[in-house]
């Protein structure tokens, strides 16, 4: 047992001695998700006015979309535009999705991927958790982002069961809501999960923003396929 899984076995906290995220306004952030420490990374942008243009239109022509497949790129544009309601904008959005799963299957060299493209009335994980999987992409198109907490401000002893029933705020999973990030709308994030190899039980930790008074999200993931 190294001195960070003593740690965390003792205490539930990852320590603070290495920097456990990474941000950046140009792809090649996206890297350093090989890095051993790093377990989650921020490529921060802006979405195109047509391409915000067109979720808005979407989630009123469309409010329950729930779409799911295994694409290639090469495959993705006609299985979208045959998914998605013909509305003005509908290339600038699919070609920015595309680009999205490019990024992605070129960065993991994969020949598939799955996508899941969805319109949320609510949250879908309301509860801060890790991922069982490898690394998952998250991207939100419409609404408020994903919520996440640095590996030295979580408990990680009261994730799941070790809550005792107790919500978030009250679990001492965090010392204080202070302690609560967000991306924005537009950014590209990728969760290491507790899945990758080396990596169980140091999964980013995480959770789906809360939606209120007939707020709308729209949120593209993608996994390994």
Same mark, same amino acid.
Request: charged share 20%; proline share 4%.
């Given at each position: 047992?190294?001195?960070?899984?003593?740690?965390?076995?003792?205490?539930?906290?990852?320590?603070?001695?290495?920097?456990?995220?990474?941000?950046?306004?140009?792809?090649?952030?996206?890297?350093?998700?090989?890095?051993?420490?790093?377990?989650?990374?921020?490529?921060?942008?802006?979405?195109?006015?047509?391409?915000?243009?067109?979720?808005?239109?979407?989630?009123?022509?469309?409010?329950?979309?729930?779409?799911?497949?295994?694409?290639?790129?090469?495959?993705?544009?006609?299985?979208?535009?045959?998914?998605?309601?013909?509305?003005?904008? @509908?290339?600038?959005?699919?070609? #920015? &999705? /595309? $680009? *999205?799963?490019?990024?992605?299957?070129?960065?993991?060299?994969?020949?598939?991927?799955?996508?899941?493209?969805?319109?949320?009335?609510?949250?879908?994980?309301?509860?801060?958790?890790?991922?069982?999987?490898?690394?998952?992409?998250?991207?939100?198109?419409?609404?408020?982002?994903?919520?996440?907490?640095?590996?030295?401000?979580?408990?990680?002893?009261?994730?799941?069961?070790?809550?005792?029933?107790?919500?978030?705020?009250?679990?001492?999973?965090?010392?204080?809501?202070?302690?609560? @990030?967000?991306?924005?709308?537009? #950014? &590209? /994030? $990728? *969760?290491?999960?507790?899945?990758?190899?080396?990596?169980?039980?140091?999964?980013?930790?995480?959770?789906?923003?809360?939606?209120?008074?007939?707020?709308?999200?729209?949120?593209?993931?993608?996994?390994?396929?």
């Amino acid at each position: 047992m190294n001195a960070t899984e003593l740690e965390i076995s003792q205490t539930g906290y990852i320590g603070s001695g290495e920097q456990s995220y990474a941000s950046g306004l140009t792809p090649e952030v996206m890297t350093k998700i090989y890095q051993e420490q790093i377990n989650l990374v921020v490529l921060q942008r802006m979405l195109a006015t047509d391409v915000s243009d067109y979720c808005q239109m979407l989630v009123e022509s469309k409010p329950g979309l729930n779409f799911r497949s295994v694409l290639t790129p090469e495959k993705a544009v006609a299985s979208l535009r045959s998914s998605l309601p013909d509305l003005q904008n @509908q290339s600038a959005f699919i070609d #920015d &999705i /595309v $680009l *999205l799963l490019e990024m992605y299957s070129c960065l993991f060299e994969l020949d598939e991927v799955g996508v899941r493209l969805q319109v949320l009335d609510r949250a879908m994980c309301p509860r801060f958790h890790t991922d069982k999987l490898g690394c998952r992409l998250v991207s939100t198109f419409l609404g408020p982002g994903t919520e996440w907490l640095h590996n030295c401000d979580v408990n990680r002893s009261k994730l799941g069961p070790g809550n005792m029933g107790l919500s978030d705020d009250e679990s001492g999973l965090f010392s204080s809501a202070v302690c609560i @990030q967000q991306v924005n709308p537009g #950014d &590209i /994030v $990728l *969760l290491k999960g507790d899945g990758w190899y080396g990596n169980d039980g140091l999964g980013a930790v995480h959770r789906s923003p809360a939606v209120f008074g007939g707020e709308k999200r729209i949120v593209v993931t993608m996994d390994f396929a």
